[in-house]
Each structure stands twice: as C-alpha cells, then as structure tokens.
C-alpha cells in the first residue's frame, strides 16, 4: 500500500515562472491537506481539501496560490510567478476521514532562482 | 488563536540514555489532539506519538512517552534509549477536535542529536 506521493521530489523555477506541485493521497483517502515549511521552521498549513471541494484555505496565499483536488487525478498546488520568499519544503497530507489521523508525503522543495 | 512553543532549538544526548523534548501550547479549547512527528533528514514527517486531551493517561508508544499536564498546557516528549536512529527534528503539533478538523499547527521544532 502506497504511501503519499509527491512529485516532484525537487522544483527550480526561475522568478515569475509557475511551479506546480503533485500529491497522490493513500489508496482510499479523500482529505487532503497541504502544508508549507520555510527554513529553520515548523511546517505551516495552507489549504485542506476534499475531492473537487476546498474546505479550508485560511492559510494560503490571497494571490497567485492556488489548490485543487479533482474527482479524478491527484491534488494540485499551483504557485504563479514565482518569487523568492515562496523557496520552501511544500508537504501534502492525506487521511481517510476529517479526523483521522493524516499520512505525509515526502515533500518537494521548491527553489526559486 | 492557538500557538506551539518548542523552547529548545537543538538538544543532544547520549546513546542508550534519556532525553526529554519541551513543548507548550496554547488554547482556549477543551478538547483537541496533541502530537509529536519526527523528521529525519529525509524530510519525510513521521508521527512518533499523538495524545487525546481528554485522556488523562498520558500516551506511550515502545521507548517515546508524553508527559501531558492540561493545566499547564505542556506535553514532553521522553525518548528512552535513545538509538542513533532517533537523530532528527522533532515538531510538537496541536489539532483542534472540531473546526477545520484537519489543521495541525506546528511548533518551530526541536534538532536532536545522539551521540555514540
């Protein structure tokens, strides 16, 4: 049983350049949360989200952020116009119901040049 | 709104010998989950140990152990035995019960070292 992926494992882009990061949740799980961690830090929610639905999106970005998880297909985090501040380990995590407990993926660290 | 506080940025111990990682938090709910992951330089976030508010038994999970005092809001970590493996960060997290019933807020994270 697979864990949660995410791809890519690492992401340069160059300033103003869109970054868009993958997260395939455990097999069966609909709750999908992503997380960002900025150096030296602990890990930040950002949005949490159920299949073509956003639950909860009060810790991302207002510009140029954007989240979607699909009926079909894994979750998306979109960064447009990249800029510097947004370099940062991005984790995704799933779970089975709204409270289970949540599995994290590896993680893509993000680079922006 | 609800804050994590791990006091020790970097902590170090002894191989087969006992260390104890601080966390307080923050709340005004009576009911919430408490955690503890691990992050080894793999990145990938591990949960090492979760303890539910309204237990007053604290949680333990082989040689990891809490020590949850609700009035005072902490929740240590004990790590007894410390292997070479448990090198890491470690992050203390808080979840509410109820709310958005998913968002962890994360502590800035403890370094732990184990010497051989």
């Known amino acids: 049983n697979a ?76 960064i447009q116009q990249v800029v510097r501040g947004d370099s940062a380990a991005y984790f995704c995590a799933s779970s089975l119901r709204g409270l289970a407990e949540a599995f994290f993926g590896q993680g893509t660290r993000l680079t922006v040049v | 709104a609800q804050t994590v506080t791990q006091s020790q940025p970097e902590m170090s111990v002894q191989e087969a010998e006992t260390v104890t990682l601080s966390c307080t938090y923050d709340t005004s709910e009576s009911d919430y989950y408490l955690f503890w992951y691990k992050q080894p330089p793999s990145r990938q976030m591990i949960l090492v140990i979760r303890q539910e508010a309204y237990k007053q038994q604290n949680a333990t999970e082989n040689r990891f152990s809490v020590n949850f005092q609700k009035a005072a809001k902490s929740f240590s970590l004990k790590i007894s035995d410390s292997q070479l493996g448990d090198a890491a960060m470690y992050f203390c997290a808080y979840r509410s019960r109820g709310g958005s019933q998913g968002n962890l807020i994360f502590g800035k994270g403890t370094k732990l070292s184990v010497k051989p």
């Open chain 1, 3 to 78: 864990g949660v992926m995410q791809n890519p494992r690492h992401l340069v882009r160059r300033r103003g350049q869109e970054a868009r990061l993958r997260c395939s949740p455990m097999k069966g799980h609909s709750h999908v949360y992503w997380y960002r961690q900025l150096p030296e830090e602990g890990l930040k929610f950002m949005v949490y989200l159920q299949k073509e639905n956003i639950i909860d999106e009060s810790g991302m970005p207002k510009e140029r952020f954007s989240a979607e998880f699909p009926k079909e297909g894994p979750s998306i985090l979109r």
